[in-house]
């Protein structure tokens, strides 16, 4: 039986990781290759690196700390922020990287998604939506790490970045990020009967029992949870152990 | 002792080379055919699209030293489209000719429902026996029903029965997830990405790379 | 032989900016508003002989200098005195449920058990987000407020006058601010009121923040009818037959001895804890329902800062215009103080957000101060100071930037 994946979401400022709400703030919360092999170390299915200040000033900047994690961290590794060219891409899968995850660039040019999956392969290209409700059951795309609005809609765009070849999407409600007050389910609910490939849930988790509940009710395929384990809140054991206690399958 | 890497200018090697490393193999990349012919270990990579990886080792012209190395009797790991190369064809994008060093072909994963089983199959998944028994190869004292990373939406199925090392379970279909043919060892899932598990895999095939 | 360029409002002829943060040395410092008039020179923040600001001095001080378990200390003793114990408010804290005055509120309240009685002037126009996050602060927070709107035909005027006379709109605005702590404390019996942060965080001079009470000057007057309101005085105002002296009751400043007598104190907290405005935010969306902004703000990169009144942004924006600093500037100094960003970051930030005009509350501002989009721009341009700005081909270019990417750089 195929597995709800544990991802650890870890937002890094130049040599920091950072935890932010509604991605704002650029509290430090430890060093982000540390983060990374400790989690690695108890159990976690996945890591995605976000440079969370790309969007401020046009660059990105993560490829020595992917070059470091991939030397003692060996389980999926996906980078996003700032992911503009197809340079930036081979870049970061030439560092160690995995995934890559895009934002921005794609709703500027839809195009690059394509092009992207045709060169790497869509296994590589996870698309990264950020939603802001706007109304009931209504949620609008944001870039630039959740400040520029886009008049997007997010079922609509989701479904687009699945024809144009995304891999996975990993979907983050800006409502709910960093809160610790559990998943946007009405959010993934609306996105899940419209696409058919993977989605990452992210943003919100503040304990165990939220990840129960949003998987109870939308079968989503992984979990991306930042707060609760930068803030060391819970464990990963304990987290993997309160969903087996509910029947869901997680990798031990 | 030396163990080669195919340096096709496909997917994430570095992790491999990570991997292996920290496994304390002495392992390099290599395009060189020489070089491939004269190693104790030989391991082909790979993500992506099988045309495009025939497309690369053709135009590096690897094809015949790598066919040369596979009868050498020395150990081989083909990982995720590098074990879907070792067979004859792949349906993807029309017939595309393989490897062919075991028989069988590649196809696209069948998923039932869309809905619940998607493609690509991105997750960890188990890993359960077949007929052979998992001593003496790759999967020395592994667990029945380890974890392990996939990411693929084709799978190889073999002709042989007998090739099948393991099987996995996604969408209520067993497709084999690790093939055996003598010397020559293929895996689905990423053994440099799952873990410790998947570390020791690594350290299973650097020792027999060693007797 | 290079001509000397006039320098407006009495400003440093050279532009500089801090070695440290970002600030210009153009920045003027907390003044007394009723006494602001047209053509007053300013009194901008200090640079020291290395080049750097009073405020990154302060703040280096801030780390080192000062033993904040002495302050705390000092802070329980003074809250001692002051608290009551028969359920009666015993500080005012104004504020609008912004990030600052959330956090002090309460802090106030539930580590160090005060009774705290907020009281908000209300801003000109409130944004929905300002809205939402003023009643979070009471439903969520747990707090008590009294929301005070002053006369709206007679402070449109003012903001009017103000942005026509002074390039600044919040002059009376900021007059009532200031007044509204010690009024309300005066009218409920209440001896304490106590403000966020000091303004010497932001350039004033370092001995103000040795004092952690408030210069009196700043909210009582002993002569009522000089008091000035977009460089027009109330006396001005009443003798055009429109207004009495009833309508200027918000805007009187409680007399100095009265206050004395009432054993009124206004103090800082950032006397007493040390402030950082990032943890202020982390603070109150853990604890009063804040919210940041969905949107960047414009002129900045941030979110978080400053979001209740859609004509705020025109503060900023006549900043920018007098003394070439704009919201960015202000709000990345401030982060790299506290070690948020670098001075590089910054730069580049300023670079690319300093000068974006808002667009979003443009209209709305127009119509609150009845002022055409001609007119807006012939008083823009009027208060362009000539050692700032210059015209490059049609075009207003700033002479100097942090970037040195001005046109005299």
Same mark, same amino acid.
């Given at each position: ?10 937002d ?10 509604h ?30 200040v790309?969007a401020?000033?046009?660059r ?49 040019d839809?195009n ?7 060169i ?7 698309s990264?939506?950020?939603?802001k ?8 795309v944001y ?10 809609d997010?079922v609509?765009?989701?479904?687009h ?10 979907l ?36 165990s029992?939220?990840?129960v509940?949003?998987?109870?009710h ?26 087996l ?8 | 002792m ?7 200018d496909?997917?994430?090697?570095r992790?491999?080379l990570?991997?292996?490393?920290n ?10 055919k ?5 190693s104790?270990?030989l ?13 690369n ?5 690897l094809v015949d ?9 020395r ?10 190369l ?11 000719k393989?490897?062919?060093l ?15 089983e998607?493609l ?12 052979a ?15 392990m ?20 379970e996604?969408?209520s ?11 020559i060892y293929?895996?689905?899932f990423?053994p ?13 095939f ?6 | 032989?290079?001509?000397e ?25 907390s ?25 990154c ?14 302050r705390?200390?000092?802070l ?7 608290r ?7 500080? !005012?804290?104004p ?20 009774n705290?009685?907020?009281?908000t ?10 809205w ?13 407020? !009294? ?8 402070h449109q ?12 709109p ?13 009024a ?28 952690p ?26 003798d ?10 918000p ?13 009124i ?12 405005p ?19 703000t ?6 978080y ?9 025109f503060h900023?924006?006549t ?5 070439g !600093?704009g ?11 506290n070690d ?33 989009e001609?007119?807006?721009?012939k ?6 100071s000539p050692?700032?700005w210059?015209?490059?081909?049609g ?13 005299d750089?």
């Amino acid at each position: 039986m195929n597995k709800i994946r544990v991802v650890a979401r870890i937002d890094v400022k130049n040599e920091f990781a950072i935890k932010g709400i509604h991605l704002e703030g650029l509290r430090k919360v430890g060093n982000p290759n540390t983060m990374a092999r400790n989690y690695y170390n108890n159990g976690i299915d996945e890591i995605v690196f976000m440079d969370a200040v790309a969007a401020y000033y046009d660059r990105n900047s993560l490829r020595e700390l992917i070059q470091e994690a991939c030397t003692d961290v060996f389980i999926p590794i996906t980078v996003g922020g700032g992911i503009r060219t197809i340079d930036d891409i081979k870049n970061a899968l030439n560092s160690g990287a995995d995934k890559v995850a895009i934002n921005t660039k794609a709703v500027q040019d839809p195009n690059f998604i394509m092009q992207s999956a045709k060169i790497f392969g869509s296994q590589c290209i996870i698309s990264s939506i950020e939603a802001k409700k706007i109304g009931e059951n209504k949620w609008e795309v944001y870039t630039d790490n959740g400040r520029e609005p886009t008049g997007k809609d997010v079922v609509e765009w989701a479904q687009h970045v699945e024809e144009l070849g995304a891999g996975e999407i990993m979907l983050t409600s800006i409502d709910r990020e960093g809160t610790k007050k559990g998943f946007d389910i009405n959010l993934y609910q609306s996105v899940i009967h419209s696409v058919s490939i993977p989605i990452i849930a992210s943003g919100g988790m503040g304990k165990s029992s939220d990840a129960v509940k949003l998987i109870k009710h939308v079968n989503v395929d992984a979990i991306a949870i930042a707060s609760v384990l930068h803030y060391k809140i819970e464990s990963i054991k304990e987290i993997k152990n309160t969903l087996l206690e509910s029947q869901i399958k997680v990798r031990i | 002792m030396k163990i080669a890497i195919v340096d096709y200018d496909i997917g994430n090697v570095r992790s491999i080379l990570s991997a292996f490393e920290n496994q304390g193999a002495n392992v390099f990349l290599t395009s060189d055919k020489d070089e491939i012919l004269k190693s104790d270990g030989l391991v082909l990579p790979g993500v992506g699209a099988f045309s495009h990886g025939m497309e690369n080792l053709k135009s590096y012209d690897l094809v015949d030293a790598i066919k040369e190395y596979a009868i050498s009797d020395r150990p081989f790991m083909g990982i995720c489209l590098g074990m879907q190369l070792l067979f004859e064809e792949s349906e993807e994008f029309g017939e595309t000719k393989g490897l062919g060093l075991i028989l069988g072909k590649v196809v696209k994963l069948p998923t039932k429902d869309s809905q619940n089983e998607k493609l690509p199959h991105v997750s960890w998944n188990e890993l359960n026996s077949n007929k052979a028994p998992w001593e003496n190869t790759i999967l020395t004292d592994i667990e029945e029903g380890s974890d392990m990373y996939f990411v693929h939406s084709f799978i190889a199925q073999p002709r042989d029965s007998d090739n099948i090392l393991s099987t996995t379970e996604y969408s209520s279909h067993h497709f084999c997830s690790s093939v055996k043919k003598d010397n020559i060892y293929g895996c689905q899932f990423h053994p440099e990405k799952s873990g410790p598990t998947g570390l020791k895999i690594i350290n299973n095939f650097i020792r027999m790379c060693q007797t | 032989m290079s001509k000397e360029l006039e320098a407006y409002y009495g400003l440093p002829s050279k532009v500089k900016f801090c070695k440290k943060c970002v600030i210009s040395n153009q920045r003027p410092s907390s003044t007394i508003e009723f006494k602001n008039e047209k053509g007053e020179k300013k009194k901008v923040i200090n640079f020291n002989e290395d080049g750097v600001c009073s405020a990154c001095v302060y703040h280096d001080e801030k780390e080192t200098g000062i033993d904040w378990e002495d302050r705390d200390v000092k802070l329980r003793s003074l809250l001692d005195q002051f608290r009551s114990n028969d359920g009666s408010y015993d500080v !005012i804290v104004p504020g609008s449920g912004g990030k600052d005055s959330a956090f002090t509120a309460h802090i106030l309240k539930y580590k160090y058990g005060m009774n705290p009685l907020t009281v908000t002037w209300a801003p000109h126009l409130y944004t929905d987000i300002g809205w939402k996050n003023m009643q979070e602060w009471m439903h969520t927070g747990g707090l008590d407020n !009294i929301l005070y709107t002053p006369n709206g035909i007679l402070h449109q005027e003012m903001t009017k006058n103000a942005f026509h006379n002074l390039l600044h709109p919040f002059q009376p605005f900021i007059v009532g601010q200031r007044i509204i702590g010690p009024a309300m404390a005066k009218k409920f019996g209440v001896k304490l009121v106590m403000y966020g942060e000091n303004q010497a965080e932001y350039g004033n001079s370092i001995e103000e923040n040795t004092n952690p009470i408030m210069n009196m000057d700043f909210f009582s007057s002993d002569d009522v009818l000089s008091m000035k309101f977009g460089g027009v005085s109330m006396q001005e105002y009443i003798d055009t037959g429109k207004y009495t002296k009833d309508d200027f009751a918000p805007y009187i400043a409680p007399d100095k001895q009265d206050l004395v007598d009432n054993g009124i104190e206004v103090h800082y907290l950032g006397y007493y804890l040390k402030w950082d405005p990032q943890e202020c935010y982390y603070y109150s969306v853990d604890n009063t329902g804040f919210q940041a902004n969905p949107v960047r703000t414009e002129g900045t990169y941030s979110k978080y800062s400053s979001i209740d009144d859609k004509i705020d942004p025109f503060h900023y924006l006549t900043t920018l215009i007098k003394f070439g !600093i704009g919201r960015c500037t202000y709000d990345a100094a401030q982060e790299v103080r506290n070690d948020k960003i670098t001075r590089e970051e910054a730069s580049y930030l300023v670079e690319k957000y300093d000068a974006e005009f808002p667009d979003i509350y443009f209209k709305d501002f127009l119509e609150y101060i009845d002022t055409t989009e001609d007119e807006f721009w012939k008083v823009i341009d009027k208060h362009r100071s000539p050692h700032i700005w210059k015209k490059v081909d049609g075009e207003w270019i700033l002479r100097h930037t942090v970037s040195n990417t001005g046109a005299d750089d």
